[in-house]
């Protein structure tokens, strides 16, 4: 019997963090993936660097990729550094591949990284989310929505 998943991740410590997806897609799952790393990759995440912003994810011969993510080459390595924007292997259930390849496939959908952290037990991780693009009329929703949200808030305050 499989162990039920946590309804949210164990973030210890997040070290990047893709804000503008939230707002430039709508997220319809989410989906906690390993990352194969190299060592001196580990280390400067560790070190708190690394930008997710402009990157996505890709299922490539039964396999997802992060591409377009960048980890700064760690200040200490030495000629075994590597390489800043590399693409990096996701580490995902086979059925959960299939179902992200058949989600990308048929509905046009979207795997967005929305942020890479380290869980409690040091491993780290990169939260995907499977999601489609919004149009101009929803983002722009968002943020009528967003904006009443924080003056009701504000004349919550007020009125006491």
């Known amino acids: 019997m499989a162990r039920p998943k946590p309804a949210t991740f164990d973030k210890q410590k997040v070290v990047a963090e893709n804000r503008k997806a939230r707002f430039n897609y709508s997220i319809e799952d989410t989906f906690e993936a390993g990352i194969a790393l190299q060592g001196t990759e580990v280390k400067a995440l560790r070190a708190g660097q690394g930008s997710i912003a402009e990157s996505y994810a890709e299922v490539k011969d039964g396999q997802v990729f992060l ?87 504000r004349l919550m305050r007020e009125k006491g």
């Open 67 to 153: 591409v377009n993510a960048t980890i700064p080459e760690f200040s200490h390595g030495n000629r075994h550094n590597h390489e800043p924007k590399r693409p990096r292997k996701l580490l995902l259930h086979e059925r959960e591949i299939n179902r992200l390849f058949g989600a990308v496939e048929r509905k046009g959908m979207t795997l967005v990284p929305l942020s890479v952290y380290f869980n409690g037990r040091g491993r780290a991780k990169v939260e995907l989310a499977l999601a489609k693009g919004k149009q101009a009329h929803d983002k722009r929703a968002t943020i009528k929505d967003r904006d009443w949200q924080r003056d009701k808030a």
